[in-house]
C-alpha cells in the first residue's frame, strides 16, 4: 500500500492550492480518506475527512474554505483549499482507514506567505 501525497507549495495569503493524495495498493473505496496537518512544534491535526461512503468532516479553522473530495476511480483524494492564511501553513498529510489497517502519505509542505 502506497499513499503519494502531493501539490503543497508557496502560496501568497488568500491564494489557492489543491492537494492530491494518490493510493495504490489497496481498494481505495473502502477506505475513509482524511488529511491532517503539522505545523512547527504543534501536534498533528485532523483538517477534514470524507468516508467512503461520501460524507464529509471539516475542522472548525478551515470550514468553509477548504473541500474534501475523492475520485474512487482514480483512486485519488484531494484536498482544495481557498482563502489561505498563513496559519494553514504546515506540513499536510493523507490518511486512509479502514476497519484494521491504516496507512500514512508522506507529507506535503504548504507555505502561506507574502
Known amino acids: 500500500v502506497q499513499l503519494q501525497a502531493y501539490g503543497g507549495g508557496l502560496v501568497q495569503p488568500g491564494g489557492s492550492l489543491r492537494l492530491s493524495c494518490a493510493a495504490s495498493?489497496?481498494?481505495?473505496?473502502?477506505?475513509?480518506m482524511s488529511w491532517y496537518r503539522q505545523a512547527p512544534g504543534e501536534q498533528r491535526e485532523l483538517v477534514a475527512r470524507i468516508t467512503r461512503t461520501g460524507t464529509t468532516y471539516y475542522a472548525g479553522p478551515v470550514e468553509g474554505r477548504f473541500t474534501i473530495s475523492r475520485d474512487n476511480a482514480k483512486n485519488t483524494a484531494y484536498l482544495q483549499m481557498n482563502n489561505l492564511k498563513p496559519e494553514d501553513a504546515a506540513v499536510y498529510y493523507c490518511?486512509?482507514?479502514?476497519?484494521?489497517?491504516?496507512?500514512w502519505g508522506q507529507g506535503t509542505q504548504v507555505t502561506v506567505s507574502s
Open positions: 490518511e486512509a482507514v479502514t476497519p484494521g489497517d491504516v496507512y
Open positions: 495498493g489497496m481498494i481505495f473505496s473502502m477506505y475513509d
